[in-house]
């Protein structure tokens, strides 16, 4: 009775250091992608395309041109445009630097002052609070949120190390070892494929992921590849092969 409660009480142990090991996995991975998302040259292109829907402020732009350029070359320092969200400054440089060809105007202004002042916004409520409240969400558009991913990585994968050595070392026989790690990456890497079909279902989401899995991909390939090898390796082990007849095998 005692031995069946303590293999019992093993598998659990195990079980609930796979789905760790796996959570851990999957956290750090999605954090190292939407770090790579949230990164200020990465972000611009798709903030501008999907959240600046001012139709307007381009034909505002080659319309105030002319204005602004001759106000900057009299001395101002900036000058001011309305958009949908209020007046924005925009400095002197930005108009300077800008050209008469048209909507160039409009353009460096939703890159430099528009997607900046997202960009730059300090939310006032820590990475997590604001992804719970929807109208704070754009955290994962900020330099703020950026930051976040940034910092906690690190942790991320110090902690799947350890949850990996954790659960390498909860199997007495290595056969089991290599399958149940080869099993779990090769389940990762292969969302790889799950994702071509999941990213097809909206314009939005399919252009986000397709961002996110470019960075991710050759990562998820590596776990796939990785994955494989492991369950191939565990045929040629014997079943009944532990770690420490392995280790005296090689060592003596």
């Not at 611009?44 to 070359?73: P, R, W």
């Not at 994962?140 to 350890?162: A, C, D, E, P």
Request: proline share 1%; with cysteine.
């Amino acid at each position: 009775m005692k031995k069946k409660t303590f293999k019992l009480l093993n598998k659990l142990k195990i079980l609930i250091i796979y789905f760790m090991f796996i959570t851990l996995i999957i956290t750090s991975l999605l954090t190292f992608s939407f770090s790579y998302f949230s990164e200020k040259d990465v972000m611009k292109d798709f903030y501008i395309s999907h959240y600046l829907n001012d139709s307007t402020l381009k034909e505002k732009g080659a319309t105030l041109y002319d204005l602004h350029k001759q106000n900057c070359l009299k001395g101002y320092t900036e000058q001011i445009i309305p958009t949908n969200n209020g007046n924005k400054t925009v400095s002197c440089g930005i108009v300077l630097d800008s050209s008469t060809t048209k909507f160039n105007y409009g353009l460096k202004i939703e890159e430099f002052v528009i997607f900046e002042d997202q960009y730059n916004k300090n939310y006032q409520c820590t990475f997590l609070q604001c992804l719970m409240s929807k109208e704070n969400r754009k955290i994962i558009y900020t330099s703020q949120g950026n930051f976040y991913l940034n910092n906690v990585k690190m942790f991320l994968i110090l902690g799947t190390i350890i949850c990996g050595l954790l659960f390498l070392i909860s199997f007495d026989h290595i056969k089991s070892a290599l399958n149940a790690f080869g099993f779990a990456f090769f389940t990762i890497g292969s969302s790889f494929f799950i994702s071509k079909l999941f990213s097809s279902q909206f314009s939005i989401v399919n252009e986000a992921l397709n961002i996110i899995f470019e960075y991710l991909n050759p990562i998820l390939i590596i776990f796939m590849i990785t994955g494989l090898f492991l369950i191939i390796m565990g045929l040629f082990i014997e079943k009944e092969e532990t770690w420490g007849s392995f280790i005296e095998k090689h060592l003596n």
